[in-house]
């Protein structure tokens, strides 16, 4: 349109007119979302993206984000919002094709923030190989948000044979941890501006379809459940999954990963690191018999180094969580009561 | 779980626990979302939800809800939230499948107002025959939302041979409107506590893709561009299909639907309908020989009553929409500039 303005993305704000279907609208859409997120279904700006698929069972899921700061020690909100919804499709076995993301914007964001955040969103999606094909962006006035909200679709491709879901636990079976807990839900507290202390931990926000990849090559029929301990952490998760499937679960303080400084910082803190957001690491639960194989496959990966078996699957009418603990007691892990760490993702 | 509670539907609040990953939200999936929306899907309470598709073009889109307010003539937030996605699913030609809903609360919304836009999403979704498979819920402090904002995605399968996009338009179609506009707009601002006057007047939010089956039955091949005019109305929706196609638009206003008593509210607030949002109505580019064909079968349909062969589609280079008015002018229908009605949708 040779009628119109370039944003100001120095010093401008979001305002209600970027939210509007005109004009303004417009101009967001080109000169920020599309000039960043760039590739051939987004660029034909329809409101709504055209994919082929091939006949097979497709993964969809969504996450919306809220987290509070919108940047902090490995990552930010754009790139969280990326990974966050990569993950939760990842978890069915899927292979990830396709994201679509809805923005909810405060009026008086400063357009620089969002372009960081676009920009992080964008290379999150480019370095997982998956793009960002649809969105939407909603405003509203300023005190009725905070900042930027960011909801994540994805789509992915579940290969065929594999049989992944929460309710498929069984007694016997080995569950697997990738890698240490606590790293991100540490790492926001540590950037809220009201807890500041010393502290290097940073977030583990990551994509881990490549990682689930892995997984399903090196046994694709053992692999019973996947799941990310996000909110609620590893004792969320863990009784999720109990409940699920109907059975107790068994793990062993010792065997969980958790690295040094952030178990000092979750001292200082009156924090359990079992109950601590993290998003870059996953539970597995598989027959016995492979979790060696399933171990190796995820030591191999990047982000799988610190990978443990942390525990069993056990027959339990109760659906406990129970921990053997350092001094070789045995307590159970409850779920998460209350709320800790509020805005974690 | 025999431990849990019940959440209190009838005079509880949303509390920070409910997104926190742990009993709180266990409590408030199971009781408020899986009671509502029922379906084997989401019933497995994965974090993601399969489903089979036969080989083909599936559209994806996703839409952000924040209107104000929550509760309106002829809908709510959560109906709203249905329509609006499968609207955009359906304005490719496809055949919705599934929708995914993603809640963002506010810390203090009445549980009870929760749970009646939970249930028209449920009953709006139902009627539309497209299940709510897979969700999130996060919830933020008192002050850093406003009651509830809604992201739902939708999938839909394309049928083969249709070929529907922006920028498809060419000289010589003919550009149709399914019936009146203004409605959701007008009827939001009448419900907005500091602009009650008296009306009879009703938002138009409806489910479309019936109609789109229709349309497509009828003349598969001849349909170029399909869009509904939401927020920038009639005059944004056919700018943007102007620019997309790199052509110009002439409508004529004697033409255009407009009920009278949405013309009398628009003149009492200085409103212009061309700029009102709808979320019932779409506009169809076609070849023009089939114009007529599209046009009876758009008013066979319990929505498009009213549908009208509005203009037609010209070589301009400049991308003008111009509008001939009743009194023989014309005039350029531009951009709708700045922002008349926020939190339109």
Known sequence: MSRSQSLNLKSGQVDLTHGGGGRAMAQLIDQL??????NDLLNRRNDQALFNVPAGRLAISTDGHVISPLFFPGGDIGSLAVHGTLNDVAMSGAKP???????ILEEGLPLADLERIVASMAAAANKAGVPIVTGDTKVVER???DGVFITTTGVGL???GVEIS???AAAGCAVLLSGSIGDHGVSIMASRENLQFETSIVSDSAALHGMVADLVAAAPNAIRCL???TRGGLAAVLNELAGQSGVGIVIDEARIPVKAQVKAACEILGLDPLYVANEGKLVCICDADAAETLLAAMRRHPLGGDAAIIGEVVADPHRFVQMTTAFGGRRIVDWPVGEQLPRIC
Chains 1, 2 share one sequence.
């Open 33 to 38: 979302f599309i000039k960043h997120f760039d």
């Open 97 to 103: 094709l396709y994201l679509a993301a809805a923005f």
């Open 143 to 145: 005190g009725k948000a």
């Open 158 to 160: 579940v290969p065929d």
């Open 166 to 168: 929460g309710d498929r």
């Open 227 to 229: 799941r990310d301990p």
